[in-house]
């Protein structure tokens, strides 16, 4: 089977420059065929793809989704007939329908052949609004239709902005992962990873043993950990120093603002640019340097969470 990942996203948000950043960092390698998609008369990304040595196939002068879905059929068909490849890239236009995109790739007649793998849209933060209002049809599928969410640009924005462009991303798509950070000093691997990293399933598996552990000894029934705690989740925290997120892990000791903290885990980054990790159980933390994150993150485990006052904490 051939593994296929999509990088959607509209016009100018960068999805050939993300799908060279992933090619540099030895994400994909000459195993790979990438399938390129021009809206218009002449293709001009193929040529800088090219030069990392993958082959690349073209369509041009229409849209995937559209007038041309034979076209991308039949693109699909040489490469896996011609090329003896493990993956695909497919970049659509980027005025395509994801969604009509993943309908073609699901095809009965590439069951066989094809697996579906990563679905990047790729998301200009700077022109966020500005899209959204005036080409929701296509911009808004795009979202939905996603594993990943890439917020390009967002070293341009303010911490307050990105948690803005967050919210409302969560509205139309809340099961996918967000990158924020901005990706010019991510690894390629990070990115590529960032849909399978759940803080929250890990904490609750984490919270699952050790009830598990107890029932063992006592032999008393204990209903699923989901049924029993609160969790609160912030991604796009605002910047924060080592020092300030140490005196904030020591409030958590307080239950009476904040509810009974049992585990606590995330990654943010400093005002310096630096990024770093916490775990906290109760009456113990810990804070250590890290390398570049996706985007900022924690998950928080308890029983009477205070949520709102969890979550304006962290965005002071």
Same mark, same amino acid.
């Given at each position: 089977?051939?593994?296929?990942?999509?990088?959607?996203?509209?016009?100018?948000?960068?999805k050939?420059?993300?799908i /060279?950043?992933?090619i540099a960092?030895?994400?994909?390698? /000459?195993?790979?065929?990438i399938i390129?998609?021009?809206?218009g008369?002449?293709? $001009?990304?193929?040529?800088?793809?090219?030069g990392?040595? *993958?082959?690349?196939k073209? &369509?041009?002068s229409?849209c995937?989704c559209c007038?041309?879905?034979?076209?991308f059929k039949q693109a =699909?068909?040489?490469v896996i007939?011609?090329?003896p490849?493990?993956?695909? *890239?497919i970049?659509?236009s980027?005025?395509?329908?994801?969604?009509d995109v993943l309908?073609i *790739?699901k095809?009965?007649?590439?069951k066989?052949k094809?697996i579906?793998?990563?679905?990047?849209t790729?998301?200009?933060g700077t022109?966020?609004?500005m899209?959204?209002?005036?080409f929701?049809a296509f911009y808004?599928?795009? =979202?939905?239709h996603a594993k990943?969410?890439i917020?390009?640009?967002?070293?341009f924005l303010?911490?307050?902005? *990105?948690q803005?462009?967050?919210?409302? $991303?969560e /509205?139309?798509?809340?099961?996918a992962?967000i990158?924020?950070?901005p990706?010019?000093i991510?690894?390629?691997r990070?990115i590529?990873?960032a849909s399978?990293?759940?803080? /929250?399933e890990?904490?609750?598996?984490?919270v699952?043993m050790?009830?598990?552990n107890?029932?063992?000894?006592t032999?008393m029934q204990?209903?699923?950990?989901r049924?029993?705690f609160?969790s609160?989740? $912030?991604e796009g925290l605002?910047p924060h120093?080592?020092?300030?997120?140490?005196q $904030?892990?020591?409030t958590?000791?307080?239950s009476n603002t904040?509810g009974? =903290?049992l585990r606590a885990k995330?990654i943010f980054?400093?005002?310096?640019?630096?990024?770093?990790?916490?775990?906290?159980?109760p009456g113990?933390?810990e804070i250590?340097?890290?390398?570049p994150?996706?985007?900022?993150k924690?998950?928080? &485990?308890?029983?009477?969470?205070?949520?709102e006052?969890l979550?304006r904490?962290?965005?002071?």
């Amino acid at each position: 089977m051939i593994q296929v990942d999509i990088f959607s996203g509209f016009l100018g948000a960068g999805k050939t420059m993300l799908i /060279k950043k992933m090619i540099a960092n030895q994400v994909y390698n /000459k195993d790979t065929a990438i399938i390129e998609n021009e809206f218009g008369e002449v293709a $001009i990304d193929g040529a800088y793809l090219e030069g990392s040595g *993958i082959q690349v196939k073209e &369509i041009y002068s229409g849209c995937i989704c559209c007038s041309v879905s034979g076209d991308f059929k039949q693109a =699909i068909g040489e490469v896996i007939k011609n090329y003896p490849v493990k993956q695909i *890239i497919i970049e659509p236009s980027g005025v395509a329908s994801l969604s009509d995109v993943l309908k073609i *790739i699901k095809d009965g007649s590439f069951k066989d052949k094809l697996i579906l793998n990563r679905v990047i849209t790729v998301i200009d933060g700077t022109r966020f609004e500005m899209y959204r209002n005036n080409f929701s049809a296509f911009y808004l599928n795009q =979202i939905q239709h996603a594993k990943t969410l890439i917020v390009s640009r967002s070293q341009f924005l303010g911490a307050g902005e *990105i948690q803005h462009i967050i919210s409302e $991303i969560e /509205k139309l798509n809340s099961k996918a992962a967000i990158i924020t950070t901005p990706w010019e000093i991510l690894h390629g691997r990070a990115i590529a990873e960032a849909s399978k990293d759940s803080i /929250k399933e890990e904490l609750i598996r984490k919270v699952s043993m050790t009830r598990r552990n107890i029932k063992s000894v006592t032999g008393m029934q204990q209903p699923p950990a989901r049924e029993v705690f609160d969790s609160v989740g $912030i991604e796009g925290l605002n910047p924060h120093d080592k020092t300030v997120m140490e005196q $904030i892990l020591g409030t958590f000791e307080n239950s009476n603002t904040y509810g009974e =903290i049992l585990r606590a885990k995330g990654i943010f980054s400093s005002q310096q640019g630096k990024w770093y990790q916490f775990d906290y159980v109760p009456g113990e933390y810990e804070i250590r340097e890290t390398q570049p994150y996706y985007t900022s993150k924690l998950c928080i &485990i308890g029983k009477g969470l205070k949520k709102e006052a969890l979550v304006r904490l962290f965005q002071k």
